[in-house]
Nanobody, 123 residues
Framework: QVQLVESGGGLVQAGGSLRLSCAAS????????MGWFRQAPGKEREFVAG????????YYPDSAKGRFTISRDNAMNTVYLQVNSLKPEDTAVYYC????????????????WGQGTQVTVSS
């Protein structure tokens, strides 16, 4: 059974930083592209970062470039999302997801999804 478990969310002041983690099990992690997504109340889920299976290539939408950094440790079966200079509009549930194809990650059509971790940024 595949499990993706996010952690690291919480309440943080604007301007602060967070590092989210997503621990994967039940799949050959090093063969999956991974992505981070977020969904704010009343809004659609949006893609914020993706990474190839090797970690050699990363993908960001224009809205996330500069403040979001995705990385992975295949030995630990974990993917990370570093978010700096947090803003109140970053408040959302953050999800990690896995798929065999990077394009699927970028489109948000992933095979496996985590349950999400709440990030709340206070002003």
């Amino acid at each position: 059974q595949v499990q993706l478990v996010e952690s690291g969310g919480g309440l943080v002041q604007a301007g602060g930083s967070l590092r989210l983690s997503c621990a994967a099990s039940g799949l050959t992690f090093s063969t999956y592209a991974m992505g981070w997504f977020r969904q704010a109340p009343g809004k659609e889920r949006e893609f914020v970062a993706g990474i190839s299976w090797s970690g050699g290539t990363t993908y960001y939408p224009d809205s996330a470039k500069g403040r979001f950094t995705i990385s992975r440790d295949n030995a630990m079966n974990t993917v990370y999302l570093q978010v700096n200079s947090l803003k109140p509009e970053d408040t959302a549930v953050y999800y990690c997801a896995a798929d065999g194809a990077v394009r699927s990650v970028q489109r948000g059509s992933c095979k496996y999804w985590g349950q999400g971790t709440q990030v709340t940024v206070s002003s």
